[in-house]
């Protein structure tokens, strides 16, 4: 592989304005305390503490995933021959594509419930604020897939990850609800704190949208774009009640192994994997009762029940979503 290319280390340069604005924002809700019956969720004390709780763990749990997801990167690099430059006019182009990719690997994570079992950690706190953006999970392991098409066109893998961290920067100043709705055009083209107040909550009509890193273009291109109009509640659609960081991060895991050992068959547990988070198997038709007599007629039909929308512990959204009914 060729030098690895001189690219700075946004995360780490950007770690004293989270704190700053961390603080400001802590300092004005203390300032401007919410009314008890206003729909701002503000801070909690245990809870920003579990926030703080999972960003450190996922920078340890992070860099050993790293060591395989760079193996592969660095192995399918070498195979392929195309070239991406690392110049300055090639840096917009890749962060769009690494962008498109987001979009994508975001909402795989929302309709596929063992990705959503990584996912779910983020979306988990019933707060909203930039300690939110700090809630990410141990198990990152399942993003790389969706990035290989990135390394096969020829971008280096120092390349992607600088773009991610870019994107994961600027993600951070979204998670506040001291920011209002931001002139049209910047609406309309980018991921801002209106658009992802929407992506987490709970509610039906706001599950499973706006999955945009930096851009929202994609989510209306793509038919995820729901604008926000109604006060958000956060958290999951069945909430956990847990500060505990290890039971955050893990909850869904368990739930799913819980439902594997129920399945009664490989197509249930193949459906409590692969499917939505909210997917139930359906349940046969009850045999209908015999007749009584000769003259005795049916009353009908007797339909199998539906498909449920309940979600198991900690499952994520369950309502309406763009692709599927299935979200950090």
Partial sequence: ?????????????????????????????????????????????????TNLSMGLGSLFFDALWK???????????????LRIPVEWWTLLPMLLA????????????????????????????????????????WTSLTGWPFYLPLIVLGMHPAALAFCHSVNLVYQFWIHTERIGRLPRPVEYVFN????????????????????????????????????????????????????NPLRVATHEYAAIARDLRAARDWREAAGRLFRGPGWQPRVPAPAPAPASGPASTASGPVPGASRTAGTAEGAGPAGPGPSVSAAS
């Fill in 98 to 137: 690494q962008d498109f990719f987001y979009y994508w690997s975001h909402r795989g994570h929302h309709v596929v419930r063992i990705l959503w079992a990584c996912h779910v950690v983020h979306h988990s706190s019933r707060k909203f604020n930039l300690t939110t953006a700090l809630r990410q999970p």
């Fill in 192 to 243: 801002t704190p209106s658009h992802h107040r929407v992506h987490h909550a709970s509610q039906g009509s706001y599950l499973d949208r706006n999955f945009g890193g930096i851009l929202i273009v994609w989510d209306r291109v793509f038919g995820s774009f729901a604008p926000e109009t109604e006060p958000c509640v956060y958290g999951l659609t069945k909430n956990i009640d847990t500060y």
């Fill in 1 to 49: 592989m060729p030098s690895v290319p001189n690219l700075p280390d946004v995360v780490l340069w950007s770690i004293p304005a989270f704190l700053l604005l961390t603080v400001l924002e802590m300092v004005s809700h203390r300032l401007r305390p919410e009314e008890p019956d206003s729909p701002v969720a503000g801070y909690e004390a245990r809870d920003a503490a």
């Fill in 67 to 81: 060591i395989p997801i760079v193996a592969v990167y660095s192995a399918v690099y070498a195979l392929t021959p």
